[in-house]
């Protein structure tokens, strides 16, 4: 138990259908972030706020869509997906952006787009 | 262009011997390493970290060296046992505000009995 919560923590949806992937810490920390991992790649950073505030969006399709209403909580919004957006979905978590600290990890949301 | 390197995708040690695990970076404002530990339908574990002021950190039976002028860190585990089987990421990050790690690929471990 990391202190990160993913859910749900599999999801199927029809590339017409909206979902939404929810993340929430019980850490206190400040900055939070949405990784994708897809087979044989690294985990590639889509999104990353510090203070509720977004400060990075690395070049991800609008089709993805962040929000994040506290410091606790982080949303990905789905809409219009293609099938290679299935992956895994981590949320994670860390004190402060920057700085030597490590980040917390939730178990994942395994997307499957069909 | 991938700033953080590790080569190999997979690597086979027998139990009790040592699992050495390699990463290699690009970004010279990198100050801050670590090692996670993955294994299937779980999300990533932080293991063990080095700051760039350090070239050896040691926990247990992991320790990492960092060689800043080759921009090179490794993972020593000894001896290694059948349940460090997992995927093992090295991240990278900078002191700098509004930054996230950066991840490499990923080595998948396999330790037999």
């Known amino acids: 138990e990391t202190g990160v919560t993913q859910t749900p923590r599999h999801l199927v949806m029809g590339m017409t259908n909206k979902k939404s992937l929810k993340c929430e810490q019980h850490?206190?920390?400040?900055?939070m972030y949405w990784y994708k991992q897809s087979a044989k790649k690294p985990l590639e950073l889509m999104f990353v706020y510090n203070f509720k505030e977004q400060t990075e969006n690395n070049s991800v399709p609008s089709r993805f869509s962040p929000e994040c209403p506290n410091s606790s909580h982080l949303f990905l919004h789905l809409h219009t997906l293609q099938p290679e957006d299935s992956a895994l979905y981590l949320c994670a978590s860390r004190p402060r952006t920057g700085g030597n600290t490590e980040a917390f990890f939730g178990q994942g949301t395994r997307l499957t787009v069909v | 262009d991938q700033q953080v390197k590790q080569n190999s995708p997979s690597l086979s040690v027998q139990e009790g011997r040592i699992s050495i695990l390699n990463c290699d970076y690009t970004?010279?404002?990198?100050?801050?390493f670590l090692w996670y530990k993955k294994y299937p339908a779980e999300g990533p574990t932080f293991l063990i970290s080095?700051?760039?002021?350090?070239d050896k950190n040691e926990d247990g039976r992991f320790t990492v060296f960092l060689n800043k002028s080759a921009k090179h860190l490794s993972l020593h585990i000894v001896p290694s046992q059948p349940g460090d089987s997992a995927v093992y990421f090295c991240?990278?990050?900078?002191?700098?505000?509004?930054?996230?790690?950066?991840f490499g690929k990923g080595t998948t471990l396999s330790v037999s009995s």
């Open positions: 970004n010279s404002m990198f100050d801050y």
């Open positions: 850490l206190g920390h400040n900055a």
């Open positions: 991240a990278a990050s900078t002191n700098q505000a509004g930054t996230a790690l950066i």
């Open positions: 080095i700051s760039s002021i350090k």
